[in-house]
């Protein structure tokens, strides 16, 4: 893992051996992949630095068996937002992105690319890439989802219709309860940093806690259980046009209820340091016709 002060500077790793296991350990059906415009291309691995949320370490950790070190970089960011952490009280904020094979410089290949002898080439996660990586190239828009204005497939790769295809918005809606639980991982880290001036614990002790954190809130993802999280997330960021503005617990969205659950398991981190109020969400208001 490394920590840089920029992100065109280019970061060492230790061996990229157990990434290069882990992009043999479980290829993607062809069958499934087929009509996959994204399962030769690789155009996006080689155009991006990609940004990760705990949600995406904890799976490639977990379901890889991956050392963070060889896949994760740490960088300055150049401009604060809620998912950068601290490493001490008055210090600049980090972000987390996945590594680059070779330099660390935008167009090089991330480091689960892999190079096919025919010339084409494959994503070596495909099944736990990253968030950020499986709602490319679609964006939320006001009447649904859209096509990235500055997206790098091919002419003719997707049909005009795409967007309107289910899984776009179901993952996008997923994208946002993967960033919105990690923005209070990170704020909570951010207020134990800020409670003791001198503290500076190094970038791995972050990535630490962000595991130990979502071993945590895994638990609770499987005592809610998997159909009645895809439904959770389904109503992500939404809230009925008769919605009551405050209080009132009971007739709130499930989503809801279930963010103040992670909350709370996110809260018995840092016992010493006090609950903070929720960060601002992004949430629409579904104008559907009541009964």
């Keep these: 893992m490394a920590v840089t002060p920029s992100a065109e500077q280019s970061a060492s790793t230790d061996s990229n051996e157990s990434v290069s296991e882990a992009a043999n350990m479980e290829d993607v059906p062809t069958q499934s992949r087929s009509a996959d415009p994204c399962a030769s291309c690789g155009l996006c691995c080689r155009s991006y630095l990609v940004p990760v949320f705990g949600h995406?370490?904890?799976?490639?950790?977990?379901?890889?068996?991956?050392?963070?070190?060889?896949?994760?970089?740490i960088c300055e960011q150049e401009?604060?937002?809620?998912?950068?952490?601290?490493?001490?009280?008055e210090g600049p904020t980090y972000g987390l992105a996945l590594d680059k094979k070779n330099a660390l410089e935008v167009n090089q290949p991330c480091v689960f690319l892999v190079e096919n002898a025919d010339g084409t080439s494959r994503c070596g996660v495909y099944e736990d890439r990253p968030i950020?990586?499986?709602?490319?190239?679609?964006?939320?828009?006001?009447d649904g989802v859209s096509f990235l204005p500055n997206a790098l497939c091919p002419p003719g790769a997707w049909t005009p219709a795409e967007p309107g295809n289910e899984h776009w918005a179901l993952s996008l809606r997923r994208l946002a309860r993967y960033r919105d639980t990690y923005v209070e991982v990170v704020r909570r880290w951010n207020a134990w940093i800020a409670s003791t001036p001198r503290r500076s614990p190094p970038a791995e002790h972050f990535v630490a806690y962000v595991l130990q954190t979502f071993d945590r809130l895994a638990t609770l993802d499987a005592e809610i259980?998997?159909?009645e999280l895809e439904a959770i997330e389904r109503l992500w960021g939404t809230v009925g046009r008769d919605a009551p503005r405050e209080g009132a617990l009971e007739q709130e969205p499930s989503w809801m209820t279930y963010f103040r659950r992670a909350r709370a398991t996110i809260d018995e981190f840092f016992p010493g340091v006090p609950a903070l109020p929720f960060a601002r969400l992004s949430v629409v208001i579904d104008q559907t016709p009541g009964p």
């Design 56 to 73: 995406d370490v904890y799976h490639l950790v977990k379901r890889r068996g991956l050392d963070p070190r060889s896949f994760l970089f």
């Design 79 to 89: 401009a604060a937002d809620p998912v950068g952490f601290l490493l001490e009280a």
């Design 132 to 142: 950020a990586c499986m709602t490319y190239p679609m964006a939320r828009a006001t």
């Design 225 to 227: 259980g998997g159909r």
